[in-house]
Antibody, heavy 121, light 111 residues
Framework: EVQLLESGGGLVQPGGSLRLSCAAS????????MSWVRQAPGKGLEWVSA????????WYADSVKGRFTISRDTSKNTLHLQMNSLRAEDTALYYC??????????????WGQGTLVTVSP | QSVLTQPPSVSGAPGQRVTISCTGS?????????VNWYQQLPGTAPKLLIY???NRPSGVPDRFSGSKSGTSASLAITGLQAEDEADYHC???????????FGGGTKLTVL
């Protein structure tokens, strides 16, 4: 059974840093592209970042480019998101997500339950 | 302002048919990228409902169907049930932004 378990969220001051982790089970991380998607309270979904199955390619939304870094540890089957220079507008529930293999336009076939990041003084 | 435009809310009575629209542009749907739809029940993570415009993952009832034409897409739900009350999100890829893009989400209320 595929499972994605996020951790690392919490309350942080503006300008601070957090590192999110996503422990994957039921599949091998290196066989799939993975993404982080966030949802601000009461708002819609926003794609944040993605990493290819090989790990060689990464992509970022303009809103986080230069501040966030996506990475993975294949030995631990874990995905990470390093978030620096955090702003109030980064406050959201952050979902770890697995990209499906079937279609040419990327989609998400499995989602974690999310970890909440709150940026506030 | 989301790149893909959805109505904020739709509603219908049990048993009825409802549709949710998702309007894109020449850099996403018009560029040939597909639409995916997700259902988000209250307090839960999203779930893939439709992928590649019309395809349902295993376990999704055939009451849910999707379509795409030009720069617009839609999700149809027939035989509406109380358990369908949820937020529905469309998603694609945008070549100008080189980014995944989502609609703002549509809240479905079953009357």
């Amino acid at each position: 059974e595929v499972q994605l378990l996020e951790s690392g969220g919490g309350l942080v001051q503006p300008g601070g840093s957090l590192r999110l982790s996503c422990a994957a089970s039921g599949f091998t991380l290196s066989n799939y592209a993975m993404s982080w998607v966030r949802q601000a309270p009461g708002k819609g979904l926003e794609w944040v970042s993605a990493i290819s199955g090989s790990g060689y390619n990464t992509w970022y939304a303009d809103s986080v480019k230069g501040r966030f870094t996506i990475s993975r540890d294949t030995s631990k089957n874990t995905l990470h998101l390093q978030m620096n220079s955090l702003r109030a507008e980064d406050t959201a529930l952050y979902y770890c997500a697995r990209e499906g293999l079937v279609a040419t336009t990327p989609n998400i076939d499995y989602w974690g339950q999310g970890t909440l990041v709150t940026v506030s003084p | 302002q989301s790149v893909l435009t959805q109505p904020p809310s739709v509603s219908g009575a049990p048993g009825q048919r409802v549709t949710i629209s998702c309007t894109g542009s020449s850099s996403n749907f018009g560029a040939g990228y597909d639409v995916n739809w997700y259902q988000q029940l209250p307090g839960t993570a999203p779930k893939l409902l439709i992928y590649a415009n019309t395809n349902r993952p295993s376990g999704v009832p055939d009451r849910f169907s999707g379509s795409k034409s030009g720069t617009s897409a839609s999700l149809a739900i027939t035989g509406l049930q109380a358990e369908d009350e949820a937020d529905y999100h469309c998603q694609s890829f945008d070549s100008s932004l080189s980014a995944w893009v989502f609609g703002g989400g549509t809240k479905l209320t079953v009357l």
